[in-house]
Structures are given as structure tokens and as C-alpha cells.
């Protein structure tokens, strides 16, 4: 069976126009980013760590949490959650929607990336809207360590306009940027069952 079935990838989900409206307001120095100094929550439920794992900070704005808006800023992202929703086929449901914005860290090395996890225990759709073309690959990885780390099954290399979409029980990471300025994403967590 192929690991890698699951892992979708559409490019130009929305025009090139309101990409780049998107990445100029996003990236641009007027956006509210708040200091998150961990990229996700270890707890071996959600959360783990192996032999490549490294934590460093990152920008974050959460847009939604717990099913509930909590951004101000949710205007720039509704004809993208809505072009998601239709392109997938799923109900309009979220239960999170969150920008994070990484930048080249000096103490990852090439084979480093920040913890693997799930976006949520609930049963849903994790889609990833990339806001800019950077390096800083997206790893998608088995959900057993073999020899304390877990093998990597599938890499997305950021493309400003493509969503990557998934089951929620796909185990997955990233690396920072290492030859671009930042990589911006836009992670959103449809929820199936509700």
C-alpha cells in the first residue's frame, strides 16, 4: 500500500492574484505576528520527539481556536477557507486556523526538522496553504520510529499557492528555511464528524 496516498497536493487553490495580495499582507511589517516559542505541544499524544528533532521559536496569529474566530484579521482568509472547502468537498467546520512564519535558525542542521505531530485528535482534514515559495520542506513520516526517528515518506518543498491536504492521523513536520528570508504557512484543521 502506498504511505504517501493520503497526501494531496493542489496547486493555484486560489488566483495568483490574491496570492500575492495574501503574501504582501501577510509577510508585510503592518500584519500582527505574536513570539511563539514552541512550534508544537510534546505530549506523546500529539506531539513527539526523536533523534532529529529541534525546537526553536517562531511568528504565529492564530486566526481560529477551538472552533471559535479569535482574529480580527479572519476577512484576508475567507475566499481561501472557502476555496478549500470546496475544492476537498468538506463542511465548512474548523476547528483551528493558524499562520505560522518560521526563519533560518543557525543550530538546525540539514537533517533537523521541529517535532512531528498531529494538528488535532479530532476526526478531520489538515490542509496547509503555502503563503510564499521559500526551502524549508514539509515532512510527512511514518507513525512508528524505526532506529529513534521516524522515517520521512514524503516532502512538499514550499510553493506560494499550493495546499497540501491530509487525514488528521498523518504524522508530519518541518524544517526551517535555510536560503529564503521565511516560510509562511496558513495550517487549517476542517473537523469530518461534528
Not at 467546520?93 to 521541529?114: H, Q, R
Request: net charge negative.
Amino acid at each position: 500500500m502506498d504511505p504517501t496516498k493520503n497526501i494531496h497536493v493542489v496547486e493555484n487553490i486560489i488566483p495568483v492574484d490574491q496570492q500575492d495580495a495574501l503574501e504582501n499582507k501577510l509577510l508585510g511589517n503592518q500584519f500582527p505576528l505574536f513570539l511563539n516559542t514552541k512550534s508544537v505541544h510534546v505530549d506523546d499524544e500529539t506531539g513527539f520527539w526523536d533523534i532529529n528533532t529541534t525546537e526553536s521559536v517562531r511568528l504565529n496569529h492564530c486566526f481560529v481556536t477551538e472552533g471559535k474566530l479569535v482574529s480580527n484579521e479572519w476577512g484576508l482568509l475567507e475566499s481561501l477557507a472557502l476555496a478549500i472547502v470546496n475544492k476537498i468537498g468538506i463542511p465548512p467546520k474548523m476547528s483551528s486556523c493558524k499562520l505560522n512564519v518560521n526563519f533560518p535558525i543557525a543550530d538546525f542542521s540539514e537533517k533537523n526538522y521541529y517535532p512531528p505531530h498531529y494538528d488535532t485528535s479530532d476526526k478531520g482534514i489538515v490542509a496547509i496553504y503555502y503563503v510564499n515559495d521559500s526551502d524549508g520542506d514539509t515532512l510527512f513520516m511514518t507513525n512508528e520510529k524505526i532506529d529513534g526517528e521516524y522515517p520521512i515518506i514524503y516532502s512538499f518543498t514550499p510553493k506560494k499557492g499550493a495546499l497540501v491536504y491530509f487525514p488528521e492521523n498523518q504524522l508530519h513536520a518541518n524544517r526551517p528555511p535555510r536560503a529564503t528570508a521565511a516560510r509562511c504557512v496558513i495550517n487549517f484543521n476542517f473537523l469530518q464528524d461534528f
